[in-house]
Every structure is written in structure tokens, then in C-alpha cells.
């Protein structure tokens, strides 16, 4: 009995002095102590192990040289004190490959072997893929990546084996599809669909697991990469037929507009509604296309250039930016242009372009929560106005360029009522404000009053000003509002309990 319980007890000092060995301050005194010998040092891996060596660096971008690979790479574990080199490394050059996980691997590595054919390395000095590739794009989130040999395709995946049917049947020039420090436009497997090409130097869009072309052979070009606008709202590749561009489904590789641009710019989605701005002719006119309903949302009398800034704050209510007319007729100058707010149902400005115009948004509070149906615009005098949006109309003119909002909550054992609190700070320089409350259709229950600590007490707003300051001290009046909005009392006459 004895014995057994000495067996257990040892196995756990020993169990502890593993652990001892491998804790987080062991392993980063470790990798600390590497640093100071290697200009490059890996992410540890979960063998316990880093990746060693020194950079290769490329041109100077201005801000110095970039640094493009790693040579003399050595497979250091951190298992020991003595830090021993892995013999096991045979391959001494590499590119970082995949800065982000894919699937179980923090890192990958392409790497060049002896041939000088390229592989890929895992941080453990594990070889996934087999030197022998010309050249391999980035894997994505599903372990697929695109393979080059002598401009003839591949699809491997994370086991190193090809993914295609008929490896090598597609033709690309790797030059027109290698963007080696912007990934996004690399050419990539998506939604299991690649970019390929025929001898004819034309391309089309091939499904890997349908094993078959969904598009046909008809353009000139296809981007590889994804088209979006703020990478959230993926909607296809741009393709380029006849001069012309259209989008192509990314999953199904249906045209989702008609080769109508010569260039497109921008994806644009606001709510339910998907737009497309580009270049509509050779002299860089440009317009806005509405996905869903297939027309241009500016007339023809708008003359836009791709310079211009073209915003929507809402569906239907867009900043546009109009420039002075040059020589030429479609010519226009950005650095003088005008800010408008433009009605795609109205098909005409409700504010017409002025340069005086900073920006015009829609009101939102503090917190970012927009506030219905109210827009303002701010004037670069540090001037401003509130809008009303329907019935169109002036709200309120305020000597500020960036007011603040606040909602407001009333509330009693029978309802709950919602005000706006506005204030503004007219003098720059100094911290007074001034403040102005609404009711959620915007009536004013009150404006431009030098407030100071505005609160709410359940059902009761109140706040107090400073009268009869002179000879000082000043004296403080309150005044109060209820649920409804309506003063109580009188002014300057309500007393704090």
C-alpha cells in the first residue's frame, strides 16, 4: 500500500516538474532568449517548437526595406535549456504563407526546395505540401489553395493532395493573378469556384466539386479579387467582356448586371438595396446602378466623375459631390467641389450643391443610434441647420459645426415618453452650451437655453440657469418639464425637493 502511494506521489512531482518546464514563462523566457540571436522568430506551435532564421529583404517602399522571406530557417524546440536545433528541417528558405489560422495551423509557410520547386511548412517542421509547385497561393478558411506549374493550375489542400479531377488542364499567367503583400487578390478557391483560363487567353468561372465551367469562356479578364465594399458585404468578381464589366456571382456565376461599365468602382449596400457605381463612358462619366431594379439612379443631366464622393444616407437620399466644369465638358475639378443632398425619387437636389457645405448626415445620438427622420448639415463657417426630412423643411439653425444628441426617457406606472436633447457649442474656444429639446416628431418644446446639469427624475426633466450674476455670486432657477413635453409651472420657478 505504501509503495503504491510513493509510485503515485512521485509520478505527480514528476507530472509537475514537466509542466514546471513548459509554462508560458518558461516557453517566453525561452523565445526572448532566441530573439536576441535571430532576426526572425516564429510563433511558438504546439510541437513546442519555433521557427528560426534570418530575413530576406526586398526594395525599400520609402519607409525602409520590406522584409519579403526568411533564409537560413532552423527548427528550434523549446522542450530543453540547450535550445537544440532540429535536425529534421531540410528546406532553409521560406515565405510566410498564411498569416491567419487556417483550420489547426496558426502559420504557414511556402518553402523552396532543393529543385527549387515550392512546398508548404507547417510551425512544427511538418511539410503539407510537397516541394513541388512553381508557385502556391495563400490557403482559405476551407485548407484549399490555388498551385501554379508553368501557368497550368492546381488545387491542393491542407493533406497535400490536388483537389481537381484533371490537375493542369486550365491555363493562367501567374504574373496577372500574384499580389504578393495583398492577399485579397490573390487567386483563391471561393464558395469552391476558381478563376480559369484557356489557351485562347480567355477565362471563365470552374466549380471544383461539380468538377465543371459555370460560366463560358467569354472574358477577357476576371479580377481575382472579391468585389465588396467594406469586405462584409461580398457580392462577386469583376469580369471584363467587350470592354465592358459586369459582376459574377460568387456562388453561382450568374452576370448581376449588364455589361454596362467600363469601369467599375464601388459596391455600395444600404439596407435591402445593392448599388454599383462606375464609369458609364471613355471620358470617366459616372453613375450609380441600382442592382435590384436595373437602372441608373442620376440623370443624365448630373455630371459625375469617379473623383467625386457619392454617398447615401438613406435609401433613396444621397451626398453627392459636384465639381466646376472645366474646358473639357466632362471634365471637373474635385478640389473645388460642392456637396448636395440628391432625391432618387425626386430625381433632383433638395440641397443644392454648395461649397460652403461640409457634410450633410443623418442625426444620430451619442451612442450612434440614428434619430428618425432628421438629417443636419454643417457648414464649414461653423454654422448649421436641422432638417425635418418628411414634409421636407427647416428645423432649426444653429451656430455650431458638430452638435450632440441625447435621448431622453420619461417615465411613470402608465407610460413612457421619448425626448431629443440637443446642444451645441457656438463659441469653440469657450465650453458653454447651449440646448434645445424635441419630442420624437421634432416640435420644439424649447430652444437655445443656457442650461447647466440637465437631469432626468423619473417623469420630471429638469435643469437649472444662473441669473442675476452681478455683483456676484449668481443665483440658480430651476425649470422643469413633464411626460407630455408641458413646462410645470412657470419658468425659473420650479423648486428641487
Known sequence: MKTNKLLLLLAILISGISYSQLDGKTINKRVSKLKKKYKYVSQVSKCNTVLVGEYIYGGNDGGGRIPKGIQNMKLISLENKKLQEDTKLKYAKALTLNYKQVKEYKRLYTIEGINGKIGVLDL??????????????????????????????????????????????????????????????????????????????????????????????????????????????????????????TLLDLTNGEELLPLTFYEIDDFISIANKKFVRGTIDKEEKTNVLDIIENKFIFSDEIHLNRFNKIKPITQKLWNVEISYPLEKKNQYNPANGKLGLYDTEKSDFVIKPDKNISYIDLVRDIFGDTLTNALKISYKSNEGKLYLISPWKVILEFQSSAPEFKKIKLKNDTKTNEFYLMSVQPNRKSSKKLFTLFDTKWNKIFENIRAYAPKVKEDVFYFFERINCSPSPCENVYTAYDIDGKLIGEKQKYKIE
Open 124 to 245: 512544427c517542421g511538418n511539410v503539407i505540401v510537397e516541394p513541388k509547385y512553381d508557385f502556391i497561393n495563400p490557403f482559405n478558411k476551407e485548407g484549399q489553395a490555388v498551385a501554379f506549374v508553368n501557368n497550368k493550375i492546381d488545387v491542393v489542400d491542407l493533406s497535400g493532395k490536388s483537389i481537381l479531377n484533371d490537375p493542369f488542364k486550365y491555363s493562367l499567367k501567374k504574373e496577372d493573378f500574384f499580389t504578393p503583400r495583398r492577399t485579397s487578390k490573390y487567386l483563391q478557391v471561393v464558395n469552391n469556384n476558381i478563376i480559369v483560363g484557356n489557351d485562347e487567353g480567355n477565362y471563365a468561372l470552374f466549380n471544383i466539386t461539380e468538377n465543371k465551367e459555370i460560366t463560358p469562356f467569354k472574358y477577357s479578364f476576371i479580377y481575382p479579387n472579391i468585389f465588396d465594399h467594406t469586405r462584409k458585404n461580398e457580392i462577386g468578381f469583376k469580369a471584363v467582356s467587350e470592354g465592358k464589366q
